[in-house]
């Protein structure tokens, strides 16, 4: 039977006996399956009460070295099975993460450049934020987002966009592919929805890894056609009618009216309008979203900070018809909201105060500069015999039709092995087509002008 | 035919002829559906250019006042369908939030106490992570989150838990919920789950909403048993054996390896380890979690800092085991992650100087000093009588058994009344049991001390 000595115990006297029963356990002294003495006997032989036994023993069984069997008694567990408990051993898994390849110059990024985010502003704000809106940071969000956000975000959308918006038909959440899940979960996931082809790639993404049935629709050069929606047999039809990536295609009102007829033929037919970054449309006015000219509640309106003013603040919102909107507070008001406070109010305070305003008109002269410069170089270059700028009205790149025999493919490898990453339209579209035309998307909007002429060259060289 | 004025035109030649039509369209002079002239025939009559009146004419189209029809011509839009654009009409939605009762003294909330929150070196952190990194803030955050947060996290679990993790098999997710939403993903939609009764009750919404097929399983004293596990026919169980909520149970290890036993019986069995707020249990020594003690790759280990900093700020993170942490860097690294860059790196700061370590030790006592502090007071109160203080180890809250003959749903009626909010354990059941032993549950981490004895005397009296 084993005995213990109190004499120099300190502290509780269970906390001692835990301890040198646990440095018998692993030193070996006692071996795992090992029965320890019942509580009764444990206690009667080393003079102490049953109680502080019995604490011991359910110390020692919450921390996994000790087990019991019923009407058995107490055993000792098997440390070997316990490994996370010695943590000196060393960790060496084998995970392999995705290396992203480095490249001397990016064309097919649309990442913003990190120098024009407006630091002083924001962390002037944050830090008021922090000082003087406490309560505020620490009550729960409701699952919408904070009203004060949603106020601005109102506001901002009536003067910058003409739109008219309940800020209580605002959803805030971290980022628009956490939306589209929302929306999947809001509409029931019988639905079977539609996305542009050619297109953003990552909605396939999505939608493949929800498990949601989706087809494609094939565009002409007004955008998605009635009859490529009529066709599909889907429910959910999710475009981007203002800006279409890659194509930069903004759709005409008089299609927009067709694009709605269709999800008013049918009772749960509903559009997605993804107006990922129409602020940037660097020529033309902005154009009323297809929300705006709705009347029969059949608009999800969505849209992002990520472009207007980083990719790194995870901040997006939907717009829901309002009876949408009443089915999301009625069924999905459990969740939580997916941002953060601090970085609610501090958005809130950064679009009431006009700053958001202000930086996105800065942001579109920068980004009109660029683009012009940009076309000049191209049009001064070497290349330029092979080379034909198809401007677009929208977003932050354009696109080039090239006149060579490789295959696409072809050329993005060449180029990719002389440091250059560049994507070609076709690599948008899900199916064969698209390839003949040789397009290809420039991104400009983080570009670094001395590496651009050497590009051009070596993109001449590879053709 | 139209003609317009020239004479007094500024700007661009077209933005006039645009603003001509757009004001005859607006004041009705040019009716819905009314044929406009040709480009062609158009510019003959005023003097300009095809280009000129082909401009004027797109933009507005592009902002819905005029559509085309193939091969007819151009005709003016109906304004009554294009109500957004009127940004001067009222909106008067009908949106029904759901309201939030406003009670006296609110015992069912386990919200964190605000002024415990540690404002002045989080403001600190931040701004030196504003001031000093900002490279690093306009980065895009690798899908699982930045590695300067999942290093630290992988310390913290080190220190003061006893868990070895490789950062690689953290995800960092702007909440638990939507990190379920991704292992729902990960493990594919045909598994189905199996849930603790009593229990969580947000897991069943969650999993509702995501219409994933799942079962409830009872609990004996120690938690989850072998046999309900079995019987549930589940291949992902999602429990939180550390400190149940809202029994309070911790999961002993005998019971422990019983359900890892359960998760090896058959190949794609996982078990989702809740561990929502085990920091704070008040008594004994904090236990290895279940993912410490798994061999064999089952256990997907969760938690937020919700609890141990605050609600407010979205941050939680999940522990892979390695080769669904594979999986995940194979088939989801498409995704964004959900949380901004500026928390992350504040977080990663906050817990790598200490804090974090700090501040869940201060609250541990603050709030080993509450309960304390509670149960001296109800044990002293007439409401004493009538009651039974059910000790639990975890969490922060504990358990009161009240002597009585009226439901709990009538209890809790009654104290609604008295501007009281309290939930009996019966509620946490999804099945009709657990209503007759009248448990009810104690949250005293916010909790106003003034308001206690008059709540206690409420309570008493309407038993």
Known sequence: MITYNFDNAQGPMYLHMYKCIKNDILSGKLKPKEKLPSKRAFARNNGISI???QNAYEQLISEGYVYTLPKKGYYVADLDKMQGVAVDAKVDYDIKIPVKEEFECDLSSNRVNPDNFPFSIWTRISRNVMANRKEELMQISPTAGVMELREAIADHLKSFRGMLVDPNQIIIGSGTEYLYSLIVQLLGRDKKYV???PGYKKLA????????????AELDDNGITYRALAGSGADVAHICPNHHFPTGITMPASRRYEVLSWANEK???YIIEDDYDSEFRVTGKPIPPLFSIDACEKVIYMNTFSKSLSPTIRISYMILPVHLANLFYKNMSFYSCTVSNFEQYTLAGFIAQGYLEKHI?????YYTKQRRRLMEIIERSDLRDVCTIK???SGLHFLISLDTKRPDKEIEKRLAAKGIK????SDYYFTDEGSKQHLFIIN???LDESKIRKTLKDIKKEL
Not at 207 to 215: D, V
Not at 361 to 365: A, E, F, V, Y
Not at 422 to 425: E, P, S
């Open 195 to 197: 996305i542009e082809n």
């Open 51 to 53: 109680i502080t036994i």
């Open 205 to 216: 993404d999505v939608y493949s890894k929800q498990e949601i049935e989706y087809r494609y």
């Open 422 to 425: 560049i994507k070609a339209l």
């Open 361 to 365: 008109n800065r942001m579109r002269l």
């Open 391 to 393: 401007e677009n009205d």
């Open 444 to 446: 400009y909007s983080n």
């Open 267 to 269: 009772d749960g037919r």
